[in-house]
């Protein structure tokens, strides 16, 4: 078992900047990849970014130049730093891990963007 808490939402105008970060515990060992999705209000939940033990990455187009996903092993730590926040990034984000074939996901936090 995989726990993820996330930390670092809130309200930001647009133009602005926020970073997310996911704390992981537990059978950490087990994991392979980290990453954030997104759920926007009436939308499917999606991909944002994506970052293997090895250190590559995966980036919705839509964030591209504008989000930079990270992870600090030692902390066991994977980061989501948003830049050039636009209002149609409004959404729950949700941290997740791929470990041994299953995915665990975070509680979500609120990222509200006004324009």
């Known amino acids: 078992q995989v726990k993820l808490v996330e930390s670092g939402g809130g309200l930001v105008q647009a133009g602005g900047s926020l970073r997310l970060s996911c704390a992981a515990s537990g059978s950490i060992f087990t994991i392979n990849a980290m990453g954030w999705y997104r759920r926007a209000p009436g939308k499917q939940r999606e991909l944002v970014a994506i970052?293997?033990?090895?250190?590559?990455?995966n980036y919705a187009d839509s964030v591209k130049g504008r989000f930079t996903v990270s992870r600090d092993n030692a902390k066991y730590t994977v980061y989501l730093q948003m830049n050039s926040l636009k209002p149609e990034d409004t959404a729950v984000y949700y941290c997740n891990a791929e470990a041994d074939l299953h995915d665990y996901w975070g509680q979500g936090t609120q990222v509200t963007v006004s324009s």
């Open positions: 970052i293997t033990n090895g250190g590559r990455t």
